[in-house]
T-cell receptor, first 115, second 114 residues
Framework: DGGITQSPKYLFRKEGQNVTLSCEQN?????MYWYRQDPGQGLRLIYY???????QKGDIAEGYSVSREKKESFPLTVTSAQKNPTAFYLC??????????????FGSGTRLTVV | AQKITQTQPGMFVQEKEAVTLDCTYD???????LFWYKQPSSGEMIFLIY??????QNATEGRYSLNFQKARKSANLVISASQLGDSAMYFC???????????FGKGTSLLVTP
């Protein structure tokens, strides 16, 4: 079955460490996105990529980095510069269809806790 | 500025009753899409329904319908015949033609009671 796989489901990190969250899709979607979710805040966009080897900052990119070397993969690195990284992270993908988009698909999320 | 506003942090509804979750949006684009997602306690985002700005009829998907009032910039989700499994967070989102990703509201927590 096609879908998005995020791993791990739970992740613990010590302060000062970088950590990478995995996101893989087999839907043949061109676009991929990373969102952060905090209680009462909804989802906020961190980074997005419309094509391989290209990505753009979203609304809260500070302290995060991404890469898009393959169409299927869009890993997110939470760096030590991110001041408050404890959150729920969701990866998504979509077919870019010109004037309108359909079918945003989300992964099951990674819950990151800094200890 | 907030592009999607969901004014109801929490809602209660009795099983088998209908419930309306409010969503208003702000955009100057003529072409845009509106989405509703359900997020159960497990965390995954489940797509419920989509409405395009040029669609003349309100979208419907099973027990879900979207009350789209373009002039008022509102896109309320109506859930008919509520079930206990409908208890979850519900998010309204918009994709503008000039934008690059979905903008989400802060969500409404729905609790269905027996």
């Amino acid at each position: 079955d096609g879908g998005i796989t995020q791993s791990p489901k739970y992740l613990f990190r010590k302060e000062g460490q970088n950590v990478t969250l995995s996101c893989e899709q087999n839907l043949n979607h061109d676009a991929m996105y990373w969102y952060r979710q905090d209680p009462g805040q909804g989802l906020r966009l961190i980074y997005y990529s419309q094509i391989v080897n290209d990505f753009q900052k979203g609304d809260i990119a500070e302290g995060y980095s991404v890469s898009r070397e393959k169409k299927e993969s869009f890993p997110l690195t939470v760096t030590s510069a991110q001041k408050n990284p404890t959150a729920f992270y969701l990866c998504a993908s979509s077919i870019v269809l010109g004037q309108a988009d359909y079918g945003y698909t989300f992964g099951s999320g990674t819950r990151l806790t800094v200890v | 500025a907030q592009k999607i506003t969901q004014t109801q942090p929490g809602m209660f509804v009795q099983e088998k009753e209908a419930v309306t979750l409010d969503c208003t949006y702000d955009t100057s684009d003529q072409s845009y899409g509106l989405f509703w997602y359900k997020q159960p306690s497990s965390g995954e985002m489940i797509f419920l329904i989509y409405q395009g700005s040029y669609d003349e009829q309100n979208a419907t998907e099973g027990r879900y319908s979207l009350n789209f009032q373009k002039a008022r910039k509102s896109a309320n989700l109506v859930i008919s015949a509520s079930q206990l499994g409908d208890s979850a967070m519900y998010f309204c989102a918009m994709r503008e033609n000039s934008g690059y990703a979905l903008n989400f509201g802060k969500g409404t927590s729905l609790l269905v009671t027996p």
